[in-house]
């Protein structure tokens, strides 16, 4: 079906690029290894100039990092590893200087073990208020089984025994993670309240919005029924997938109220409507369809969600072409933009992923990268799914790396991986820290430029060393150039607020037309199939994925034209 232009008032988060910056990995100014706040501040030119309209940035606040930072020991703070509350400052007004927008990380489904309030709960013991805030229960039988069998995301249950005050083993609390990220009890008004005023605190800093941390867990079912499901957090690939597991910590009814009452509280800060001043929700909700999807970003909820079906979509004409028609179906079923995201910190790297036999079974970095991914193919693919994804209307999300054309670092040696999940499991789950190592700035300096130090968190492969920054910066083809044009022409024809019309140019081939009402429109062609595509007659070349051969598009390339 034809989808319809947006008018060109929308606001900004109806089609904004936004890239996620990875605070760990990004920049490291200080040289301790790990990435910090100044450090992002120091490459945000980079950020205007590649053309991106926001950031994301992971979570940076105090947390004791059991889990990268998703452990938030105090919402009010920066971790002194990231810097201190005025670099957060500086970072939030020289974005704003550069014309970029920035949106935060929220975790509002657990804190840390570490966090004031669940240290409270632990010294006031059973049936106190402090225990009220989490899930706290009883074991089974003689208590020492648990509530119920739950298993946590990161593998084992999701449930620990604690020892009370006077030194007995005694009630048991939930964590859908880790043991050290205890789930909060949104059924008590005090966490409600706690997270309205936490997201003021960040308002009045300036933040331009906040992505929402497994959005779809924050209420359980309230008897905690057993459940005999596997409760996966992402799963891509064919066959099962997290969709197919939707248990009774998931998705349940209560949670949209709570962004009901959030949304409310970003409107007030723009009391006269002016859509440049719009604050935005974004949900990171797996599940099972886009219509469950789609119903966070109802008019009085959030603005929008990840669109995970996308990025689960396997390399194949009719799966991509189906996604994509589906994703603008439900979003218009409900107005909302549609958003686009094909890497992130919980997932394989595209240009790896991409580069597995399509049919595998795919790893969401929960899971272990086998077979060996084709590096060139990976890359071909990723930077032709790229290029479809930011000709399609609405918002798309960036990952910090992607546009290096960064693969995944699939021989990380065990003793350095950080992810709860592989040590959960014993190593049976690798984990998803091949997605997060360091960003290559300078293929000749230490660390790659990552930092003046030579050590990163996560060591570097040798092979980011051609990846890096300068060594693409101004080269023609390089994968840089190639985002950095898909930006600017983005931007030059408006193509996140077009109407999109489908073309038929044959069975392995994905065509549409994005259009204005007014301007030129732009023809988007990917080439799936082993046979190369002519071009239409009439058309010139806006920006290709790779090169094209004799004229015609090449197998697993996608280009623009006008
Ligand atoms: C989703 C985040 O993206 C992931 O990195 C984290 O481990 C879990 N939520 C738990 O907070």
């Known amino acids: 079906m034809t989808h319809n232009p947006l008018p060109h008032e929308a606001p900004w988060w109806r089609h904004a690029v936004i890239y996620q910056v990875y605070p760990r990995s990004f920049a490291d100014q200080d040289g301790d290894g790990v990435g910090d706040l100044p450090g992002i501040t120091s490459r945000l030119p980079y950020l205007a100039e590649l053309g991106v309209d926001a950031i994301w940035i992971s979570p940076f606040y105090r947390s004791p990092m059991a889990d990268a930072g998703y452990d938030v020991a105090d919402y009010r703070d920066i971790d002194p590893l990231f810097g201190d509350l005025s670099d957060a400052d500086a970072l939030i007004a020289r974005a704003h200087e550069l014309g970029v927008r920035v ?38 039988g003689d208590g020492t089984e648990p509530p119920n069998n739950w298993e946590s995301v990161f593998g084992g249950g999701a449930w620990t025994r604690v020892t009370e005050p006077d030194g007995t083993p005694g009630q048991w609390y939930l964590h859908l993670f880790d043991d050290t990220q ?142 994509v028609e589906a994703s603008l179906v439900a979003a218009e079923a409900v107005g909302a933009p549609t958003t686009w995201v094909l890497s992130n910190h919980d997932v394989v790297r595209h240009a790896s992923r991409l580069g597995l036999p399509v049919g595998t079974p795919r790893p ?39 546009e290096l054309g960064l693969p995944e670092h699939t021989a990380l040696p065990d003793a350095v991986r950080q992810d709860p999940a592989f040590h959960r499991t014993a190593g049976e789950e690798t ?46 083809g390089s994968t840089l150039e190639l985002y950095r044009t898909l930006l600017r022409v983005r931007r030059q024809h408006d193509l996140g607020v077009g109407g999109l019309e489908w073309l038929d140019l044959g069975p392995e081939v994905l065509a549409f037309r994005n259009a204005r009402g007014d301007g030129t429109p732009v023809t988007v062609i990917t080439n799936f199939g082993e046979e190369p595509v002519a071009l239409p007659e009439g058309t010139s070349v806006l920006v290709c994925s790779g090169r094209l051969h004799e004229g015609m598009l090449g197998q697993d390339t996608t280009v623009w034209l006008s």
Not at 112 to 139: C, K, T
């Open 103 to 140: 949106v935060i990380d929220l975790v509002p489904n657990h804190t840390s073990d570490q966090h004031a309030w669940f240290q409270a709960a632990l010294a006031a013991g059973p049936g106190s208020p402090e225990r009220e805030r989490y899930v706290f229960r009883p074991g089974r």
């Open 364 to 402: 969401n970095g929960i899971g272990a990268l086998e077979p060996q991914p084709n590096a060139v193919l990976g890359l071909r693919r990723a930077r032709a799914a790229t290029t479809l994804m930011l000709a399609l209307p609405g918002s798309a999300y960036l990952y910090n790396g992607e």
């Open 182 to 323: 205890p789930d909060l009890n949104w059924d008590n008004p005090e966490v409600v309240e706690e997270f309205q005023d936490v997201l003021r605190f960040w308002l009045d800093r300036g933040v331009d919005g906040f992505r929402v941390d497994v959005a779809h867990a924050l209420i359980k079912d309230p008897e905690l029924p057993d459940w005999h499901g596997r409760a996966v957090m992402a799963n891509g690939g064919d066959g099962e997938t997290a969709h197919t597991h939707l248990g009774p910590m998931w998705d349940q009814e209560g949670v949209h109220e709570i962004y009901r009452g959030w949304r409310r509280l970003l409107d007030s800060y723009n009391p006269t409507g002016d859509p440049a001043q719009d604050r935005i929700l974004c949900a990171e909700a797996w599940l099972p369809t886009q219509e469950r999807t789609m119903r966070y970003t109802r008019a009085d909820e959030m603005h929008q969600a990840f669109n995970f079906h996308f990025l689960q979509s396997p390399w194949r004409v009719d799966d991509v072409t189906e996604v």
């Open 431 to 476: 984990g998803r820290d091949g997605c997060r190592v360091p960003m290559p700035w300078t293929a000749a300096a230490p660390s790659f430029g990552f930092g003046p130090g030579k050590e990163s968190w996560l060591p570097q492969p040798d092979l980011y060393g051609v990846f890096a920054v300068d060594r693409q910066q101004g080269v023609d």
